[in-house]
């Protein structure tokens, strides 16, 4: 089964859920189309919305709430 990837388009802090309060946007397992968010990244105050930009099954995030991530980053595998 081939992998997908799904990267962070810029450097900052990556946010699984949209509030401290709010369930994740996506938790392992869970399948995804190109559309979903799966995530923000917060940079200087200003969140942007992570789309998974594939779709398949079975996400895995390789990367924790606010973890400080690059550009370029891997921050999930998508099975196909």
């Known amino acids: ?3 997908q990837e799904i990267r962070s388009p810029l450097p900052g802090i990556f946010y699984r859920k949209p ?4 369930p ?5 397992g ?3 189309g190109p559309d979903d968010v799966v995530g923000l990244i ?3 105050k200003s969140f942007h919305e992570v789309r998974a930009g594939v779709s398949g099954k079975n996400i ?3 990367v924790d709430s606010e ?3 690059m550009a370029g980053d ?3 595998e998508v099975d196909e």
Do not use: G, Q, Y
């Open 67 to 69: 973890d400080a991530i």
């Open 74 to 76: 891997l921050i999930a």
């Open 1 to 3: 089964m081939s992998k």
């Open 30 to 32: 869970d399948a995804v």
């Open 24 to 28: 994740a946007f996506k938790n392992d």
């Open 60 to 62: 895995r995030f390789v």
């Open 19 to 22: 509030s401290p309060d709010s």
């Open 42 to 44: 917060e940079v200087m």
